[in-house]
């Protein structure tokens, strides 16, 4: 009897099971992320978001990258690819035909945003939190949680009467 072995991931590989591409992505919920989109070899666009949510097998949810809110619905794409920098941080790459998004969390944006001038930061004299703590106690930073239920049921009170 020749039963198949696990697949082994060390730092780096290319992902095509649904089970082991969310069980990759599963510490990037609720965390802020950057996002880079290419098409081909154009960067389309990029942005910065919160990962709102991760699914599988749900075909009528859309995969979507906005600043308030990111949803991975893992379906969308053919494969991730993930690889670690030399700083110990995590790329991973979801691909799509020739269509890629680029995902790192924000945390290694910041060393992008340390190469800008201070001329270009929006800091207003002070410097970027540069902690998690920090980060809490900047109030120039607002992080936020969006909660949402497809099961709420209108207040009692509802003035429509609805």
């Known amino acids: ?30 965390q802020t992320v950057s996002y ?13 978001g919160w990962v709102e949510r991760i699914v599988v097998d749900e075909p009528g949810v859309a995969s979507y990258f906005t600043p308030l809110a990111i949803c991975l619905n893992l379906d969308s794409f053919d494969y991730l690819q993930f690889d670690t920098t030399s700083d110990q941080l995590l790329v ?3 691909v799509i035909g020739n269509e890629r998004v680029v995902i790192e969390f924000a945390a290694s944006g910041a060393a992008r945003l340390a190469e800008l001038t201070e001329t270009e930061l929006p800091t207003e004299g002070r410097p970027l939190p540069r902690t998690p703590d920090e980060l809490a106690r900047d109030l120039r930073f607002i992080q936020m949680e969006l909660l949402m239920s497809g099961d709420a049921e209108p207040a009692e009170d509802d003035e429509d009467g609805a």
């Open 1 to 30: 009897m020749s039963d198949a072995r696990a697949k082994l991931y060390i730092n780096t590989g290319v992902v095509t099971s649904t089970t082991d591409i969310y069980n990759i992505l599963r510490p990037l919920l609720k």
């Open 36 to 48: 880079t989109y290419h098409r081909g070899s154009r960067i389309e666009s990029s942005g910065t």
């Open 92 to 94: 991973y790459t979801l």
